[in-house]
Each structure stands twice: as C-alpha cells, then as structure tokens.
Nanobody, 127 residues
Framework: VQLQASGGGLVQAGDSLRLSCAAS????????MGWFRQPPGKERKFTER?????????????YYANSVQGRFTISRDNAKNTVYLQMNSLKPEDTAVYFC????????????????WGKGTQVTVSS
C-alpha cells in the first residue's frame, strides 16, 4: 500500500484545512487508518510521532487525541480509497508534519502498530 498525504499549507490561527490521504496499490477498505503528526524541532523516530486520530475500516468508529477533540474530524471514502482529516479552529501548536498510516488491525493510537506510512504534509499555523 502506498499512501500520499496532501492538503497542508500555511494558515492563520482559527483557519481550517482539510488533509487527504490517497492510497494506491491496494484497497484500504478493510484497514483502520490513522493520522499522526511530528512537530518541528527535535527529530523523532516514527514510533514517537504524536497520535492525532484514527478511524476504523467502516468509518463507524473514530478516536481523537484530547488536543484535537472537537476541532478535527476524520472521515473516509472507501470507494475513493481516501481518508480525510478536517481541521478547524487551527492553533499554532497544531503546526507539524502530518502523516497518514494504515493499520491492518482494528485501529490504534500507537504509531508502532501502524503497518504502512505515507510521506507527510506540512501544516503551519501562524498566530
């Protein structure tokens, strides 16, 4: 499975962005999908990326980090093999590289449980 995140950019605090994660090479219809992020500065191993959200294979179950609960919404369109992250009321502390990942299990907030990773997309929120 190849994953490609897109939709990042430079925005002001309070603005919105929608990230997309397009999959190719294999259907992700049976996979849980997650979004993680890596703030700027210290280099981190992928297992130390910060959990943002995950969605189960059907879209019927979602889970969010406390820091984004109520502001971010994860969704998926299995027909398009794509997962989305709608980010509203963005804050400077949301600045990070955002990664999508696929989990062949039931879904997890742990980066080490992910089976496939895409390249990230940069989100920068100015104050």
């Amino acid at each position: 499975v190849q994953l490609q995140a897109s939709g990042g950019g430079l925005v002001q605090a309070g603005d919105s962005l929608r990230l997309s994660c397009a999959a190719s090479g294999h259907s992700i219809g049976s996979y849980a999908m997650g979004w993680f992020r890596q703030p700027p500065g210290k280099e981190r191993k992928f297992t130390e990326r910060e959990f943002v959200s995950f969605i189960n294979w059907s879209g019927g179950s979602t889970y969010y980090a406390n820091s984004v609960q109520g502001r971010f919404t994860i969704s998926r369109d299995n027909a398009k093999n794509t997962v989305y992250l709608q980010m509203n009321s963005l804050k400077p502390e949301d600045t990070a590289v955002y990664f999508c990942a696929a989990d062949t299990g039931s879904g997890s907030s742990w980066a080490e449980d992910m089976d496939y990773w895409g390249k990230g997309t940069q989100v920068t929120v100015s104050s």
